[in-house]
Each structure stands twice: as C-alpha cells, then as structure tokens.
C-alpha cells in the first residue's frame, strides 16, 4: 500500500512539475520522501527544484544522493551536469555528463547538455561533434542546429553555420535567435547589406528584440554611422536593462562620437553590475587616450593619463590572471601613436601587460619548433586590411609581388570581413588563404596547425582578431612592420621592420623590438594610373595661395595650431584648404574651433584663411591636390600616403622631420626621391618653408610641380628594400 501511494504521489508531483508549478510538486515530492527518504526519482526532481530556486548546494546534494542510490540511471548524471554547469564547473559538469553517455550512448539530454558545456568552454570542434551526435537521434531539434551553427561559425565553417541556423529557422521560422545569428555571421562575413535587412525585418516583427538592435547596431557601426549606432544599441539596452554587451557596444559608439564621458560611463555600468567584465575593464583604459585633444594642456597629459589606466588595469589582472585575455584586441591603444610625445614606455608597459595575460590563458596556443625541413620558408601574412586600404598600397601589396615564390611558401590569415578586387587579387597569388570569421581560438589553432615559420603583422593595433593573435608565440619568428608606425610594445614580437631613410640616429630606442631598417622607405610601392576628376571647390582667387591640410583631424596635435597661424601671418594673402572627415565630422569641427582659436590668438580673422573641404573620393582628391600649391604634412603624425599622392601631382610638401619615426614618413619619402628641400629642421625652419614653397609656387608654379612630378617615381620600385627582407628572412 505504502507503495502504491509513493509512486502516485510522485507521479502527481511530475505533473505539477512538467506543468511549471514548482511549489505544488516541491510538496508532493517531500511528502513522497516521508514516506521513502531513499526514494532516488523523488531526489533528483527535487534537487531540479532546488536548482530553479537558487539553491545550487542543496540540489547538488540532493543528485548525489540520488546517484549514490542507484548510479545506473543516465538521467540523474544529466541533472547533476546542468546543475553543475550552470555554477560554472565546466569541467565537472562534463564528467558528469559524460557518465551519463556511459550508461546510455544516445542519451539525448545528456548529449545536448555535454555540448553546451563544451561550447562554454570554448571547445567549439567537439561541442560541434556532439551537437551532431544529437541529431542523428533527433534531427527536429531547433536549438540543437542553432548551437551547432554557433560552434561553426567559431571553428571558420561559415558555410556549414549558415546552413545550420536554416535548418533551425526551417524547423520553427519564428525562431528568432537563429535569425539574430544568421544577421551576425553574415555581418562578420561582410554582407553588411544582408545584416542589416534581416535585423530590420525581426524588428519590424518584434520591436523590443534587444539582439537584433545589437546586431543592427553592429552593422551601422561598420558603416561608419556611429549615431544611428547608438540610437540601436540604447533599444537593445532598453529591451533588456543589463545587457553587457551592448553597454559595451554603446560606449564605443559613444566614443567614435566624440563622447568620452559618455563611453568612460558606459564601461564603468557595465563594471559596476560585472566586476570582472574583461573587455569593459579594457576598454575603460584605452578611453583615457581621446581621439583627438581639445587644447594642449589635455594632449600633453594624455601619456600620464593612460599610465594611470594601465596601472589600475594591471591591479585588476593580479588578482585575476589570464582572465584578460578573454578581451585582448577589443581595444587597442592605436590613438597613443596620434600623440606627439615618446610613448614607447607606455607602449611596453601595455604590452607586457597583454602579453603576460594571454601566454596566462592561452598556453595551447604555442607553437612546435619540430617542423619537418620545407623546401620553402612558410611565411604567414596577418592582416585586417587585405582590400583598398594604405596598409596595402604601401605595405604589402608590393611585398606580395616581388617574394620569390621559388623560396617561400606564402600564407594569407585575412582577418578583416571587408574584401574587393584587391582581395581577390591577394588570395590568387598566396599558397594557401584563410579568412573570417573565425574565433581568435579558431585562428591560433589553423596558424599553429599550418606552422609558418615566420609571421608577419604589418599593422598591428589597427584590426581586433590581429590585436589579438599578435601576443602569442606562433611562429619561430614574429615581425611587425609599420601599417601602424610605433613598437608594438608586445614581447611576442621580434622584430620591427622600418626604412633607414625614415629613422632618427636613435631609432633603436623607440622599440621593444630588435629594429630592421630596410633600405629607403623600407617598401616597395607601384603607384600605377590614377585617374583624377577635377575638384568641386571654388575657383582660385588671383594672388591666394593655396595651402592643403589633408590628414584626419586627430592627427593635428593642438601644439602645431599657432604654427599655421604664423604661416598666414608671414606669407600674406592665402587659404587653408582643411579636408573634413566623413567618419568624425565632430572632430573636424573641433579642429576648425581650435585652429579658429589660433588664428584669432595670433590676430588674423580666421574667416578670412580658413575653408573647410568635405572628404573626397580618391579620383577628385587627385584634383584637389592639383589644385593646391603647398600641402602641409601634420608635424605630429606624419602622413605617408597622402605624401605619396601628392608628389605623384607634382604638389611641394613641407613637413618637419620629428623625433620619431611617425613625424618622419613625408620626410623619408622625400628623402628616397632627393626632394628634401621641402624637410624643416625645426618649428621655425617648418614656417619658413611654408612661406617660401608659397611664394615660389606664385612665380614658377608650372616648374615646380613638374620637376616634383618627375622625381615621384623615385618613391617606387624599391626592389632593394624587398631583397633585403627576403635576405633577412632566409638567414633569420
């Protein structure tokens, strides 16, 4: 009789369970304990309960007990690994449910189960495994091919995770979470356009659906319209309070606005509700560096105010360790380079940092100095800019051109969504090519697994998956170059490929690499036909001239402003042809305040010089450095490939040659072309030369463009530069 009653009780319990009434059969279960405290099935439900109500030890207990009465029953072990799981025990969680799949192979909850944990764990190849394994016993699982598509679009299987998250959506084709993430992959594959459509279409449909804002926000961000950005990720922060990720994602935007406060306070919510929340924590330091300083005093302090966040930084890893790796390459100091004081220190500081947190985290990552002896040296290219991009033009494509292939064995890891002709053309010509997405896991695991022995990073700090890559040890030898002119600070990175004509006598100084100075400007550069399109400005006005300012505005340090000012003053009548940025109009603006302030300082109406351009393509800025007569290179940041353009139309350039190699660039291209006459010492040489190459270009103008125009060539086919890599790699 005592029975009969137990099982029916239980059974009733069951029902109130399966019907979500927890409370009801939390009583029928402990009425059933009264009756049998050893009665296993009773145990582990309650336990379950236990579990839905936060009590997480007790129903640990409670499962044990009940395995401890009778181990045979797969469907106690899957408890205990949910359970265990959802208390961040990974790994007892997949013992767990691993004895489970002992007891009953095709035990599908178990299976299900075991690949989430595997996926927590970042083990995307085996949870992928397993997912499949669950639906050969069920193929109908929705939430199975949605898992499963997430595992591989981590492991590169962009195709196969397409097809995935379909099947799912063919299942249920109101499933939204799979066309949140078909939205995702499409937007990290770069069919921005297709991204874009589909998270309208879900919001149409369910307008609070915090994901697909996310996601559309996303997609806006990669069309450099930060504001509509943030319109997006502030609903999905409205659909759901504690969003993390797209608090993050707000404060970015912000930042990309010009709202530094406003990103600063972003990242501390998110810090404040997730204390050990990795990519706010890093971002939060790198938002001490401004893109572009209000005044000199704000500029000055910007080395000592990111010393100041990366020491609180390297206080919250301490007691962490390996926790930052998580975040390494969702923000990189990129805009300290934009500074023109020494930032090596800080640089090295950061990257000591980076690097000791992820060689903390990411020891499976290194790589085998056992290889097999090749009849070619494996070299592997790591790049986000492999499309129409500086880095291209001026780092790799004549790189790629000129290797001898006889020699090398050449590898593209393309880790940029966008593409173009140039893409192709750069994948046609490699032995092997690879490209997003890819998780930076899934990366490290196919460069350890083609084992180059050489890496190449020509641009490290400028792309998020190179950030990341660059600080582990995958290859024999690991060189940056300078995409992005400054050390990378990283230890990972063993050396640093610069041009000798671009160096001051103590280069060395300037990085934690062991510096390479290649012959000239150290790159091989064909600057090809260009066609120009006449510019859209005014006409000239007889007797002005015409001075060019070409660079985005962070890069004009608040220190040079007086120095444009004492141009105006010295040379008479002239315009100050400043090109506005398309993708931070509000830093143009600023800049024309503070140039506007300088020239007001120096007692010149600032109307009277100053007149904004907007940003052009590249066939109509050709016509607009036609139609300047001097173009003047920002003495903080120098600018290369603008100086390139412009001796290739026959416009003078003046630049002062700086202390470090990024004030030097226009300096070392005029250097390889024997035109220094435009190359100032000094503040004052710099002024002086502006007002002379003015004037000139009133008398001789025709003379002096063409004589430019025909030393540009000069600038490229530096074959020299190539044979001495090449050297340098084979004796390496």
Not at 122 to 134: K, N, S, V
Request: proline share 5%; hydrophobic share 45%.
């Amino acid at each position: 009789m005592t029975a009969q009653l137990v099982r029916a009780t239980f059974i009733e319990g069951t029902r109130h369970h399966q019907a979500g009434r927890l409370a009801q059969a939390r009583a029928l279960y402990q009425r059933v304990l009264t009756l049998d405290p050893r009665q296993p099935d009773a145990l582990n439900l309650l336990g379950m309960i236990d579990h839905a109500d936060g009590n997480t030890q007790l129903a640990l207990g409670r499962i044990r007990q009940a395995i401890a009465i009778n181990p045979q029953v797969p469907g106690f072990y899957t408890n205990l690994g949910i359970v265990l799981h959802a208390g961040g025990h990974h790994q007892a969680a997949a013992q767990a449910l691993q004895q489970a799949l002992q007891i009953k192979p095709d035990h599908l909850a178990a299976l299900y189960n075991l690949g989430i944990v595997q996926q927590a764990q970042g083990e995307f190849g085996l949870a992928a495994q397993t997912y499949l394994a669950a639906l050969k016993i069920n193929p109908g699982l929705r939430d199975v091919w949605n898992n499963l598509g997430n595992c591989q679009a981590r492991t590169g299987s962009a195709e196969s995770a397409l097809h995935s998250f379909r099947r799912a959506i063919e299942i249920d084709p109101h499933y939204v979470a799979a066309r949140v993430n078909v939205a995702g992959l499409l937007l990290t594959m770069g069919d921005i356009d297709e991204a874009e459509r589909m998270c309208r279409e879900i919001l149409q449909r369910q307008p609070n659906q915090a994901e697909a804002h996310n996601t559309l926000g996303l997609a806006l961000m990669k069309r450099n319209r930060p504001a509509e950005a943030a319109k997006a990720f502030r609903a999905a922060l409205d659909a759901r309070t504690e969003y993390d990720e797209a608090a993050l994602n707000l404060g970015n935007a912000l930042f990309e606005l010009g709202d530094q406060d406003g990103a600063i306070a972003q990242y501390r919510s998110i810090i404040a509700r997730s204390p050990d929340h990795a990519a706010a924590r890093l971002a939060l330091a790198v938002a001490a560096i401004p893109m572009i300083s209000s005044s000199t005093e704000q500029s000055e302090g910007v080395p000592g105010d990111f010393a100041e966040a990366t020491a609180q930084l390297e206080i919250w890893a301490a007691s962490r360790p390996g926790a930052l790796a998580r975040a390494v390459g969702t923000a990189q100091p990129f805009l300290l380079a934009y500074r023109p004081q020494d930032v090596t220190v800080s640089l090295a500081r950061f990257g000591r940092l980076i690097g000791r947190e992820t060689a903390l985290a990411r020891p499976s990552a290194a790589f085998s100095r056992n290889v097999t002896k090749r009849s070619r040296l494996r070299l592997g290219i790591v790049s986000g800019q492999v499309r129409t991009h500086p880095v291209w033009h001026i780092i790799l494509r004549g790189m790629m051109e000129s290797l001898d292939r006889e020699r090398f064995d050449l590898r593209l890891y393309n880790t940029g969504a966008l593409r173009d002709a140039e893409t192709d053309w750069a994948e046609s010509r490699v032995d092997h090519h690879q490209r997003q997405p890819l998780s930076v896991e899934g990366w490290a695991h196919h460069i350890s697994r083609d084992a180059p022995d050489i890496l190449f990073y020509p641009e490290v700090g400028m792309d998020p998956v190179a950030g990341a890559l660059a600080p582990l040890r995958l290859a024999a030898l690991q060189v940056a170059s300078w995409g992005h002119p400054v050390s990378t600070g990283l230890p990972s990175i063993d050396l640093y490929l610069s041009g000798e004509a671009m160096e001051p006598e103590d280069a060395a100084s300037h990085y934690t690499e062991h510096l390479v100075q290649l012959p000239g400007t150290g790159v091989l550069t064909r600057f090809g036909a260009q066609q120009s399109r006449r510019w859209s400005g005014p006409p000239r006005q007889p007797g002005h001239i015409r001075f060019a300012l070409c660079q985005q505005p962070m890069k004009f340090d608040p220190t040079d402003d007086a120095l444009l000012a004492r141009i105006a003053r010295e040379v008479g009548t002239c315009e100050f042809w400043v090109v506005q940025s398309s993708k931070h109009p509000w830093a143009s603006e600023l800049l024309m305040q503070r140039l506007a302030k300088a020239f007001a300082a120096a007692g010149l109406d600032p109307a009277a010089y100053l007149r904004p351009t907007p940003w052009m393509d590249q066939g109509e800025f050709l016509g607009f450095l036609d139609e300047m007569d001097v173009m003047l290179d920002c003495p903080a940041f120098s600018g290369y490939t603008t100086a390139w353009q412009a001796i290739h139309r026959g416009t003078p350039i003046v630049t002062l040659e700086g202390p470090a190699m990024r004030q030097r660039l226009a300096a070392g291209l005029l250097r390889q072309i024997g035109r220094t006459d435009g190359v100032a010492r000094d503040r004052d040489h710099y002024v002086a030369l502006a007002v002379e190459q003015g004037h000139r270009s009133l008398v001789d103008k025709e003379q002096l463009r063409r004589s430019i125009a025909e030393a540009a060539p000069r600038a490229d086919g530096n074959a020299g530069a190539m044979e001495a890599m090449q050297r340098l790699f084979l004796t390496a």
